[in-house]
């Protein structure tokens, strides 16, 4: 195993991963939503560190927007989100950038690699606005492909196997070792054997890392990968309960 | 990898319209440069036109026709000098030894080539390019009547060699129909010259005493009522020497090309109706003044290209940005912010700018090498443009900041790209 994949010990009194609170979004004029639903609205949601679960839902429940939130590509209209304990939020610009880039990994669909870059230089774009030295980037790449499994690691994008290009995916999002991994259908793009295939890998490299993982899919192959399921419109609402339990609770207790 | 690979990648995945826009840059660089070298090399012959002579006098109408007539040979004068003034002037003169004042006399041509007659110190004092003599091509000055030397471009447009014989036309135009032609008289043609660059290239050299033999011949003739006579320098009046100049250097100090006295001995001509003086320096700098207005023009005309050619650069980024929202998503997940992309989008099209203007550089200089050939092989004008760096980095520099300035657009485009919304699955 290569020294980039060694597990993280999580010492005591680190923050989880991921920590959601009261996070509401809508689509700003969106025309089939009514004027006061939200596209996302979850009391609540944690993930601890080096934890793995997959988020379930219908289409249209926000899963991919959720994904979205959580790596502050679209700022919620209320909550926080916390990454390893840093509101991303409250980050604005380049640092939010910077942040999102070395403390979150994301694994998309279609990949969304770089075409026109080798799979070295896909890997080595992640790490170029990181702040790892320079003078590791290379070695670092090559080990990140290598544990993956690419050894054609200067072939393009388009002179490479789907499977392979998912994992070169797999490889850049990880090769800063962040806290959390994203990943938005990672296998909705691949055959049945290739996506069992890159599966393992995102879940036993994630455990090397001790990055927790947030998976989102609709494939039901996908259910027995995860000792934890959520199912989005029902973390609505049992997180909501739970919230409303936990305030009459409170109220409760200080009467 | 470096966001230079990120730029260069890009460059090269929009091969065509990376080498299409340099290539504009490129062409709108060299023009605006072969201009201004052509243009300084034009302003270098019109001020080697007067070689090393400090004053021309004549009796034109005016300092610049005098000028025009007498060095650049736009027109015969109309009016003469007698001899006996040319001889004056010379004496009266300060030459000292190193000085000159050579008559010239024009009027006739061959194939509308100008004849200059004067003497043969045309060629043993006065210098066509300050500090460079005249340079025999073939054969050597005149030494006699009626013979003749070619300026270069001359014997190319006449095809004369030498030894051939050839009688001269009155009047300096194109041999149009019921031109007089002097052919009582043969020239031989003794010598070519080597170009110099300077308007003496277009012209033929003779004596004065033949031209004023073969204009006595025509007066002698009218006399007889049109029967032949046959003249010869023993039969010249004092009404048939005559000039229309006279080339006039003043004697200077070793180191030093212009006299302290030029101003005195100016005002001092300039104060005698009977003839025009003429500072040809002075001359050549007013008439640039007026050209220049032509030179405004061809500038303004390779400016317009230089910003066309920015206007391409932002068409071609502007449609490229399309294909890019997806890659510069990407880039934004994997941590880059929105100035850094800005600021790659501006360098690419700075890229671009850079890349035309180095090859524009390069087809200038070889651009303006065809040129000193082809006018040379052509019209037998030598030419010697030369690019001076200042004036090189400022055009290079220009194309540049506006290839920049051109990627603005494109570069706000990248700015705003929503990430969210091109990260989607393509449908």
Redo the contacts between chains.
């Keep these: 195993m290569s020294s980039t994949f060694q597990h993280h010990d999580d010492p005591g009194g680190k923050p989880p991963a991921l920590s959601i609170r009261g996070l509401r979004f809508r689509y700003v004029g969106a025309v089939d939503t009514p004027a006061d639903a939200w596209t996302i609205d979850l009391p609540s949601l944690d993930v601890a560190r080096a934890e793995q679960v997959l988020l379930t839902g219908g289409s249209g429940t926000g899963k ?2 959720l994904l ?1 939130l959580i ?1 502050g ?2 700022d919620p209209a209320e909550g926080t989100v916390l990454v390893d304990g840093t509101n991303i939020h409250a980050l604005a ?2 640092p939010r ?6 403390a979150i990994g ?1 694994i ?3 990949f ?6 080798s799979a070295l ?1 896909n890997v ?7 702040s790892v030295p ?1 003078a590791k ?1 290379h070695d670092l790449a090559e080990a990140a492909l290598s544990r993956l499994g690419i050894t054609r690691i200067h072939a393009t994008p388009e002179e490479l196997s789907v499977g392979q290009q998912q994992r070169v995916a797999v490889a ?1 999002a990880v090769v800063c070792r962040p806290a959390l991994v994203l990943a938005d ?1 990672p296998t ?2 691949l055959d049945p054997e290739n996506a069992e295939h890159a599966m393992d890998l995102v879940q036993s490299v994630c455990r090397e890392l001790g990055a927790a993982l947030v998976c989102v899919s609709h494939d039901p192959a996908m259910t027995s990968r995860f000792e934890r399921r959520e199912k989005l419109g029902a973390l609505v609402q049992s997180t909501g309960e739970a919230l409303a339990a936990s305030v009459a609770s409170i109220a409760g207790g200080s009467r | 990898m470096n966001d230079w690979t990120i730029i260069l990648r890009s460059l090269r995945a929009r091969l065509f319209s990376t080498v299409t826009t340099a290539a504009l840059v490129a062409i709108a660089v060299a023009l605006m440069l072969v201009l201004l070298m052509m243009r300084d090399a034009a302003q270098q012959a019109f001020r080697r036109g007067g070689g090393d002579m400090h004053l021309l006098v004549s009796n034109d109408q005016s300092s610049m026709v005098s000028f025009l007539n007498g060095v650049l040979y736009a027109n015969p004068p109309r009016a003469p000098i007698a001899w006996a003034r040319a001889q004056q002037l010379r004496q009266s003169l300060p030459l000292g030894d190193n000085g000159y004042a050579i008559p010239t006399q024009l009027g006739d041509s061959f194939m509308g080539q100008p004849v200059m007659a004067t003497e043969p110190e045309f060629f043993s004092k006065l210098k066509p390019n300050p500090g460079e003599p005249w340079v025999f091509a073939q054969g050597k000055a005149f030494e006699a009547d009626f013979q003749v030397v070619l300026g270069a471009q001359a014997a190319r447009a006449t095809g004369l060699k030498l030894g051939h014989k050839i009688s001269l036309t009155h009047g300096t135009g194109e041999s149009r129909e019921g031109e007089h032609v002097h052919d009582e008289h043969k020239y031989e043609v003794v010598g070519i010259l080597a170009p110099t660059g300077g308007p003496h290239d277009r012209a033929m050299f003779t004596s004065l005493q033949s031209t004023w033999v073969i204009h006595a011949q025509d007066r002698r003739e009218r006399d007889a009522a049109g029967a032949h006579v046959e003249t010869t320098a023993a039969d010249l009046t004092d009404a048939d020497r005559k000039v229309t100049g006279v080339y006039v250097r003043l004697a200077t100090r070793a180191d030093s090309d212009v006299p302290a006295n030029l101003p005195q001995v100016f005002d001092m001509l300039r104060k005698d109706p009977s003839i025009v003086v003429a500072s040809p320096s002075d001359e050549a700098r007013k008439l640039l003044v007026i050209v220049g207005n032509i030179d405004i023009v061809f500038r303004a005309m390779a400016g317009v290209v230089l910003v066309s050619s920015a206007i391409s650069i932002m068409i071609a980024l502007y449609n490229s940005m399309e294909q890019r929202r997806r890659q510069i998503a990407v880039l934004r997940v994997l941590g880059c912010s929105r100035p850094r992309i800005f600021g790659l989008v501006l360098t690419e099209s700075a890229v671009l700018g850079v890349l035309g203007a180095a090859a524009g550089l390069v087809v200038s200089l070889l651009g303006a090498r065809s040129v000193v050939l082809l006018m040379k092989a052509k019209f037998g004008l030598v030419v010697h443009p030369s690019l001076s760096p200042d004036v090189a980095i400022v055009v290079a520099g220009a194309a540049v900041a506006l290839a920049a300035l051109a990627g603005l657009v494109p570069a706000v485009m990248a700015y705003a790209t929503p990430v969210a919304k091109n990260l989607r699955p393509l449908a």
Excluded: C, I, K, Y
């Excluded at chain 1, 969304?112 to 870059?117: K, S, Y």
């Excluded at chain 1, 080595?124 to 990181?130: E, G, P, R, Y």
């Design positions: 991919s927007t979205h790596a590509l679209v610009g380049a950038d910077r942040f999102r880039g070395s994301m998309f669909q279609t969304n690699l770089l075409a026109g870059f230089e080595l774009a992640a790490l170029m606005f990181s320079p980037h850049r259908e909705a793009s």
